[in-house]
């Protein structure tokens, strides 16, 4: 006679106190609800190029966005058309690692160049915008 129930044991929810060497620390309850205020931090929001808060020259943070926005399109592309790595390296005529590559989000190992042809061939329009920087 088969179970139709799992085998596997069923996790246990965390404790609300930890206890490392010999110290003890209250968790809050709610997972991902910290009161930043409470605990006196202070919260910094970063600029609209991650890769400039991050560090990066301005020109170099510009082309990584262009790029990093890029390959999100086609990784979205790709996954929602449910192809495999094979299935859509034939279609864009590259190899699968190519493609293991950008949905791995390797943003060094493609050029914008490439990655807007990659974009024509699916049909995928590009538009770039241009502007004064916001101070």
Partial sequence: MY????????????STTSRLAGSVI???NTVG????????MRLTYGSDNVFEDLGFEAEEAANLRIRADLLLDLREYI???GWTQAEAAA??????????????????????DKLINMLARAGIR???ETGPRAA
């Fill in 3 to 14: 179970s139709t129930r799992s085998k596997r044991k069923r996790k246990k929810r965390p």
């Fill in 26 to 28: 209250e968790r809050p």
């Fill in 33 to 40: 609800r910290r009161s930043h205020e409470a605990k006196g």
């Fill in 79 to 81: 996954r929602a058309r």
């Fill in 91 to 112: 279609f864009f005529g590259e190899t699968q690692p190519r493609i293991s590559n950008l949905l791995k989000g390797e943003i060094s190992r493609f050029s914008i």
């Fill in 126 to 128: 590009v538009r770039l």
